[in-house]
Structures are given as C-alpha cells and as structure tokens.
C-alpha cells in the first residue's frame, strides 16, 4: 500500500513540475513587449502582399483612404517613417480588437496631427510631389472627414494577414 501511495504521489509531483515548467515558460515567452516586436518584424514584410500574393487589407484601406495611384502608395509603404507610423496603428487595431478598448483607437485631432506632421516629411522621402493647393486639399479632407477615417481604419480586417 505504501509503494502504491508513493508511485501516485510521485506521479501527481511529476505532473505538477511538468505543468509549472510549461507555464512559466508559455508565460515568460509571450509578454506585450514580444507581440509588439513581432508585430514589427513580421508584419512590416507583409504590409503590402499577402503570401498568395494578393494586396493586403491594409494596402487596400490606405488605397481607399487616398487618391494616390498603387504604384505611390508602395513606395509610401515602404517609407521608413510611413512604416513606423503604419506599425503604430496597426498595433492600435490589434490592442482594440483584443480588448475592444477605444482607448487603443485614434482621435480625431491624433489622425489630423500625424498627417500635419508628417506628410511634408514622407512625401519628400519618397520623392513625391503637390502642390500647396492638394496640400491644403488633403488637410481639409483630413479636417473634415476623420470619422470616416478612423471607421475605416478601425474596420480593417487585419485578420486575414500570415507571414
């Protein structure tokens, strides 16, 4: 009786050392800091095609938000600094989706003061030229359509992208 009391108590130590070692390292390897370095690293590669080949959800969001050509929007995607700003947002759509928190989603003056600041900056990156008239035009357009921005950014669906 006692060899069978130890055999089940070792077993049930085995299993508990087996479960906390697993825990501790399902628990240590994913922290936020991991998924957002993953997010970086491995959707900065799949912003544009998918493994098919096909555009992305995001590409056709930024096409549709736009009136730049395909050809434009890939060199803007492929910017440094678009990039760093696309990641930032994407991250805002997956933390929003995850949680369903609208403190992860954009405000309205936060849309206008990226585009304020950064558009002379990018579009001088990647050698693209306007005029101060489809300037002015797209902080109007900025200005007076940020609901429908952030709608649709928000309905983005970033489900469907893999590596």
């Known amino acids: 009786m006692k060899k069978i009391m130890i055999s089940i108590l070792s077993f049930i130590l085995a299993i508990t050392i087996i479960t906390q070692i697993t825990y501790t390292s399902l628990a240590n390897s994913i922290t936020e800091n ?71 989603k954009y405000t309205g003056p936060e849309i206008i003061k990226l585009v304020e600041d950064n558009m002379d900056k990018i579009l001088s990156e990647i050698n693209y030229s306007i005029t101060a008239k489809e300037r002015q035009e797209v902080l109007d357009y900025t200005h007076n359509n940020t609901d429908y921005i952030i709608d649709t950014i928000y309905s983005t669906n970033i489900g469907d992208y893999t590596k």
């Open 34 to 104: 991991k998924i957002r370095e993953s997010i970086k690293e491995n959707l900065l590669t799949g912003f544009i095609y998918d493994d098919n080949g096909n555009k992305t959800e995001i590409f056709n969001t930024i096409l549709k938000l736009t009136t730049l050509d395909e050809e434009t929007i890939i060199k803007f995607m492929e910017n440094d600094t678009a990039d760093e700003i696309i990641t930032d947002i994407v991250d805002s759509i997956y933390d929003y989706n995850l949680t369903g928190d609208q403190t992860y």
